[in-house]
């Protein structure tokens, strides 16, 4: 069992950046994969980035491909999106997610989920 506890939203105006965090509990955090989701009013949830145990691979949606870093520091149970060149659609609620390992980084089952942090961009 995991928690997970996802911060760093707010309002930034586009071309802007800003990094999320999301802080786990538990001692096997070093081994589940861990993703990003968003959705935003509206809309189907996306997946936007994973990364895996290691931190050594790496998924992107090509929305944000060039524009998002996903990474990991498994000595402070945290994982990060740093997001940069910031548009208005990328605009949603960004949740945190972890799963045991086994599956590919592209597939979006997942068993724990955080409770989402808003990002707002404005035009």
């Known amino acids: 069992q995991v928690q997970l506890v996802e911060s760093g939203g707010g309002l930034v105006q586009a071309g802007g950046s800003l990094r999320l965090s999301c802080a786990a509990s538990?001692?096997?955090?070093?081994?589940?994969?861990m993703g990003w989701f968003r959705q935003a009013p509206g809309l189907e949830r996306e997946y936007v980035a994973a990364i895996s145990w290691s931190g050594g691979s790496t998924y992107y949606a090509d929305s944000v491909k060039g524009r998002f870093t996903i990474s990991r520091d498994n000595a402070k149970n945290t994982v990060y999106l740093q997001m940069n060149s910031l548009k208005p659609e990328d605009t949603g609620v960004y949740y945190c997610?972890?799963?045991?390992?086994?599956?590919?980084?592209?597939?979006?089952?997942?068993?724990?989920w955080g409770q989402g942090t808003q990002v707002t961009v404005s035009s």
């Open positions: 997610a972890a799963r045991n390992p086994g599956l590919r980084l592209a597939s979006v089952k997942y068993d724990y």
């Open positions: 538990g001692r096997t955090f070093s081994t589940y994969t």
